[in-house]
């Protein structure tokens, strides 16, 4: 996701700062936001995911050891209040100047409530290994029947950049990761910041192919219930101003948490894999 860096003169701007009630009124619309995307819920959800993914980085790189420390590393990494607080900080730095009111009245009315909770729910299902199984078959054959809905779910995915914006998000923590690694002393002799910058972008296609099945497989799965209509009214608002400025700085919001819990992760990991040398 590209960054963009405001020009200098923009901070004669910053001299005149706007009325206080005025910072209030934006922090209480960006917290109400906060509740109507579901984002409490979904970070209690990415907690649970982050656990899983610990115990992968566990079975990969110290199998057999005793887990029970790393699992209260990685729980103290995935701590859902840090993560809120982040998150919720980022967001409404991302969103200054954007049209929260617009935001606003999307999620909180239909079929954007609707469309929340059916997010949250199917995110919340696909911690199941065998629903997320099944929810991978069911969208691979939508996606060569090129059904109705799986139309309109890649206009969805195309209206928010979602394939490409998260393959750079997952570049970029896994580069993070081994960041976390080669600062710890984890990693072997000779590997640079360059040398792993190269590993990571190896992984683009296999990356590229993940997320697109998982992109594909979690929205089918979520927006089955709904009707075209509301499917073609959530499209419409993807295409406005507010869509693409609440889609953003998402996108900005979690790739920040992200990538720092990846550095913590790969720094948590180096200690254990340096551990089990001694």
Do not use: C, H
Request: aromatic content about 10%; charged content about 20%.
């Amino acid at each position: 996701m590209q960054r963009f860096i405001a020009p200098v003169f923009a901070a004669a701007l910053a001299l005149t700062a706007p009325p206080a009630f005025a910072q209030d009124d934006q922090a209480a619309k960006v917290d109400l936001l906060f509740d109507a995307l579901g984002l409490p819920d979904m970070l209690m959800i990415m907690r649970e995911e982050g656990l899983g993914y610990g115990e992968t980085i566990a079975d990969d790189m110290f199998p057999g050891s005793n887990n029970a420390s790393w699992n209260a590393a990685v729980s103290q990494i995935y701590d859902v209040e840090m993560m809120y607080e982040e998150v919720r900080g980022a967001l409404g730095e991302a969103l200054e100047g954007d049209d929260v009111d617009a935001m606003l009245t999307f999620y909180t009315s239909e079929p954007g409530a609707t469309i929340i909770d059916l997010e949250v729910s199917a995110r919340r299902a696909l911690l199941d290994d065998a629903v997320e199984e099944a929810s991978k078959e069911r969208a691979a054959i939508a996606a060569a029947d090129e059904t109705p809905r799986y139309l309109q779910v890649k206009a969805f995915v195309d209206a928010n950049d979602l394939i490409e914006s998260n393959v750079v998000g997952a570049l970029n923590s896994n580069y993070a990761f081994l960041m976390g690694l080669l600062d710890g002393g984890a990693m072997p002799p000779g590997m640079t910041p360059d040398r792993a910058l190269q590993d990571v972008w190896a992984q683009e296609d296999e990356i590229r192919s993940n997320t697109s099945e998982w992109v594909y497989s979690f929205l089918l799965m979520a927006y089955q219930p709904l009707t075209d209509d509301q499917m073609d009214a959530y499209i419409a608002f993807s295409n406005s101003d507010a869509g693409q400025d609440i889609n953003g700085a998402l996108f900005d919001a979690f790739n920040g948490m992200f990538d720092d819990m990846s550095r913590a992760l790969g720094l948590a990991a180096s200690r254990f894999m340096i551990s089990q040398e001694l």
